[in-house]
Every structure is written in C-alpha cells, then in structure tokens.
C-alpha cells in the first residue's frame, strides 16, 4: 500500500482546450497520466489529485475528465484547485454524496491513509503584481491585490483549522498536508501555511500550481525545519505520480 501525489492534469476531454501550446511536455499528456498512473499506482493505493483537474466550468462539462480520473487505479482524491470551478467550495458534501465509492473531494474534512490523516485545501499565495524599479529591484506591489490576497488566506487556513481538527478529534496524530497553491510566494521564506504545517507537525507539505522550469523554483522544495515540501505539478513530473508515503 502506498500514498502518491500529482498536481494539474488540466484535463479538457470536453472543454476542448489542448495544453500543448505550454510546450512539448503537454502533448498528449492524457495518454502519458494513464500510461504512468497504470504503471505506478496500484488498485490498493491511494492518489491524491492536487487540484486544476478539468478546464470545464461546471460539473457537466467535466463529466468525461472526472470519468477519466476515476479509472486511473486506487482510490482517488481530489483538492480544489483555483481553476476548478465546477466545484463550489460550500458543496463540497453534496460532491461527496454524487461521487461516493468513486472520488473523495478533499476541504473542511479528512482522508485517513493507515495511521496519517490526510488534509487539504486550496490554499492561496500572493503573486503580485510586483514592481520592480529601473535595477530590477523590488520597489512595490500590487496593494488592493494584496488585501484581497490576505483575505483568502484567512479563509483557506480556517478550513485547514477546521479538517486538522475533524481529524484530531477521530485521534490521528500524523498528518499529510495537501496545498493546490505553493506553501510560500517568491518573496516568502515563511508564511501561514508552513506556520500550520509546524503547529500540527506534519509529515509532508505537497503542492503543485507551478508549471514551467521558470516557476518549478516559486516554493520549498526540499526539507525545512524538519517538514518536506513536495511539489507535484503535472509537468514538473513528466505526469509519474510522486510517491509521499511507502
Ligand atoms: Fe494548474
Ligand atoms: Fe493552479
């Protein structure tokens, strides 16, 4: 039994919107999810799809992408990420309920893998705009962006609060946390979302949203103070499921 992760399949089966104008590791990059899941996974793992999974805008026009994801092996699990918009953040139960037995859409609840609970949310970092001055120095930032910016952050970390809480009070003390967003922006060396990962003392931090080698680099990766961060977007993994947990 083991625990796998991968981040933005910005899967389109129906919204008819090919990723390959992102370069050459998108092409056909349905066919390499199948291949490399079929390959990895196994019917008695656990996956865990760290949101951006459907470029469909409501739930009916990703049936085929959530059909799709629901066949790759083990059982799934599903972060929202901030291009998910079939999935409205307050109904997340009446999801639970449609896709019972075939999904778990992961917010304000937990996933138990054997002795570790499983949270996860959104997330959300502030990626400016920043402004730079005439020597490529940092010289300001977007400020009405950053309020609004501050506000999601309370919100995402209350359901982070809220699902390390379900999963205490079941009695889980090891905790793999799932973020769609990274930890921490460019400018960041701490934030809310690593302070949490601290407090609980999880095992892990994994996260995606990054794409491109430009933006592989936006986060931690790598140990700090005693937590991995793991970054598992689609592309950064040529689409192999990362494994977090043996
Ligand atoms: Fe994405
Ligand atoms: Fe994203």
Not at 5 to 9: E, H, I, N, S
Not at 30 to 34: A, C, F, Q, T
Not at 107 to 110: D, G, S, W, Y
Not at 134 to 141: E, I, P, S, V
């Given at each position: 039994?083991?625990?796998y992760?991968?981040?933005?399949?910005h899967?389109?089966?129906q919204?008819g919107k090919?990723m390959d104008?992102?370069?050459?590791?998108w092409?056909?990059h349905?066919?390499?999810?199948?291949k490399?899941a079929?390959q990895?996974?196994?019917p008695?793992?656990?996956?865990?799809?760290?949101?951006?999974?459907?470029?469909?805008?409501?739930?009916?026009?990703?049936?085929e992408?959530?059909?799709?994801?629901e066949r790759l092996?083990?059982?799934k699990?599903?972060?929202r990420g901030?291009h998910?918009m079939?999935?409205?953040a307050?109904?997340?139960d009446?999801?639970?309920?449609?896709?019972?037995?075939k999904?778990?859409?992961l917010?304000?609840?937990?996933a138990?893998?054997?002795d570790?609970?499983l949270v996860?949310?959104?997330?959300?970092?502030?990626e400016?705009?920043?402004?730079l001055d005439?020597?490529?120095?940092?010289?300001?930032?977007d400020?009405?962006q950053?309020?609004r910016a501050?506000?999601?952050?309370?919100?995402?970390m209350?359901r982070?609060?809220?699902?390390?809480?379900?999963?205490?009070?079941?009695?889980?003390?090891?905790?793999?946390?799932?973020?769609?967003y990274?930890?921490t922006?460019i400018?960041?060396?701490?934030?809310?979302?690593t302070e949490i990962a601290e407090?609980?003392?999880?095992?892990a931090?994994v996260?995606?949203?990054?794409?491109?080698?430009?933006?592989?680099?936006?986060?931690?990766?790598?140990?700090?103070?005693?937590?991995r961060y793991?970054?598992v977007s689609?592309?950064?993994?040529?689409?192999?499921p990362a494994?977090i947990?043996?």
């Open positions: 039994m083991a625990l992760a991968l981040g933005d399949l899967l389109s089966f919204a090919p104008a992102f370069g050459k590791v092409k056909h349905e066919k390499k999810i199948e490399y079929g990895i996974v196994k008695e793992d656990t996956l865990v799809l760290t949101g951006d999974h459907s470029w469909g805008r409501k739930l009916a026009e990703c049936q992408d959530l059909a799709f994801i092996p083990g059982r699990i599903l972060l901030n998910d079939f999935w409205d307050n109904k997340t009446r999801l639970n309920k449609e896709y019972q037995g999904l778990f859409f917010q304000n609840n937990f138990a893998y054997e570790y609970a996860g949310t959104k997330g959300y970092t502030f400016g705009p920043f402004y005439r020597r490529g120095a940092l010289a300001g930032w400020e009405e950053e309020k501050k506000k999601l952050v309370k919100r995402e209350a982070l609060h809220e699902s390390f809480q379900q999963a205490k009070a079941a009695g889980y003390e090891k905790f793999i946390m799932f973020l769609h990274p930890p922006n400018l960041e060396k701490t934030s809310p979302f407090e609980y003392g999880v095992t931090v996260y995606s949203h990054c794409h491109g080698e430009s933006r592989f680099g936006d986060s931690i990766r790598g140990t700090f103070h005693g937590i793991m970054l689609g592309d950064y993994l040529d689409f192999h494994l947990l043996p």
